[in-house]
Structures are given as C-alpha cells and as structure tokens.
C-alpha cells in the first residue's frame, strides 16, 4: 500500500462549513481520495488522530463480525458535526472481513446523495436501488449504510487470494 501522505485539498475541497450539498460533496471526495485512490489528501489541520475505540459504537459496518483489527488508523476531522475517517486491516476472513476496510462515517453526509454516488460507480442498470457495488475487478465493495446517527461511506478491500476466487467463478 502507498505511504499515506497529509498534504493539504485543492481550495474548492477546503473542510469548511457550507450547505449540505456542499459538505456531501466535500466529503465524497475525502473518502474518494483516500479510500477509492489510496491517496490521503488532507492537512494535520483538516484531522486529527484518535483511537480505534473512539469510533462510535457501529462503526465500522461489520464491526461485530470482523472482531479487532490487526491496526487501525482513525481521525475526527475538523467539519461540522461528526465525522470519522477510519482505515483498518484485518486478516481476512473468506465472506467475513475483508483484508482492508476503509470508511467515512459522518452525521452531516447526506445518506440519499451519498447513496446516489455509490451507485453512479455501478455498471447494474437494474431498477433496484441497493447502494452497494462490487468491483471484484479492482477488489472492492463499496457500500453506503445508514449506521444510527451516521450515514456511512465504505469500501472493503479483498485480500489477493478472496479476489482471484471471485473473479475465476465469474469466468
């Protein structure tokens, strides 16, 4: 995995208060960058570093199934309301964790919004609105969740060997 660097948004990307269109959007490209392209695009202002077991209980989506991650690096980060950015490795358990979860969680994302973004990354043009995306190809499943006072954006990556399964029973 590339080194998680802090450097700071573009101007337009600032954490800053705006109306809710505008904190969704911001918030979709914070997980986007960190969790979809793996490249952590905030400053030490933008967060800061908390522990695992200061995640609101439910967070992350599968928390009791997974059990303790093997590391966890977690962050509030410096928005309106509460928002946690959380990226955890687990050994992977085949249908039960994936090898790494990334995720953003926030009571200010908007749930329907974030939901339409999962799906825009869909290739399923079926009339059934589930904001879940399996993308074995690049080895994840993106999720929106509505987890108590969260909606909750999520990408659970799959470990080499859970991959080359799916895919191989997709051929």
């Not at 960058?33 to 400053?43: A, F, G, V, Y």
Request: proline share 6%.
């Amino acid at each position: 995995m590339p080194v998680l660097s802090f450097i700071a948004l573009v101007s337009s990307a600032a954490v800053t208060a705006g109306p809710p269109d505008g904190q969704t959007a911001l918030l979709t490209r914070i997980f986007e960058s960190t969790c979809l392209d793996r490249e952590m695009k905030l400053s030490v202002n933008d967060a800061r570093p908390i522990s695992y077991d200061k995640l609101p209980k439910g967070l992350p989506d599968g928390r009791e199934r997974a059990g303790e991650p093997l590391s966890a690096n977690v962050w509030l980060l410096n928005t309106p309301g509460r928002t946690y950015l959380y990226i955890l490795r687990y050994r992977e358990i085949p249908g039960i964790a994936a090898e790494r979860i990334c995720g953003l969680a926030s009571d200010k994302l908007n749930f329907e919004a974030a939901s339409d973004w999962v799906l825009a990354r869909s290739n399923d043009q079926s009339m059934i609105r589930i904001p879940i995306v399996w993308n074995m190809r690049e080895g994840y499943v993106l999720e929106a969740t509505l987890d108590e006072d969260f909606s909750v954006l999520q990408a659970n990556w799959a470990g080499q060997a859970e991959r080359e399964k799916v895919l191989k029973n997709l051929h």
